[in-house]
């Protein structure tokens, strides 16, 4: 019988799953990286799997307000970024959908 893992061990296993979900890995993929990587059952990893979907729906659970916030600092932050590279047509693509998120271009 296998060892109970540690809270520290199935917290890096939920977040390391929910990497593996956030890139696109599929449940079949999933199960196979588990049972190489900790020697778990499709049980275990299914419960993982579980827990690593609340982990990114809690993730997203923001209201609207703070997302557009957000995206609009990441959106000037790269904007500033373009400049200083002289990119300024991804300076002004970031401009652009910064201003289309605020409905300024309407």
Do not use: H, P
Request: proline share 0%; hydrophobic share 45%.
């Amino acid at each position: 019988m296998a060892n109970k893992s540690t809270k520290i061990e199935v917290d890096m296993r939920v977040n390391r799953i929910a990497r593996l979900l956030a890139n696109g890995a599929v449940r079949s993929e999933i199960v196979q990286y588990c049972a190489k990587e900790w020697e778990i059952a499709e049980r275990q990893t299914d419960t993982y799997i579980a827990k690593a979907r609340d982990l990114i729906r809690a993730d997203w659970e923001t209201d609207r307000l703070t997302f557009t916030a957000e995206i609009l600092a990441q959106l000037a932050t790269l904007q500033k970024e373009a400049r200083k590279t002289n990119n300024l047509n991804a300076a002004l693509g970031c401009i652009k959908t910064a201003a289309q998120i605020a409905q300024v271009l309407q």
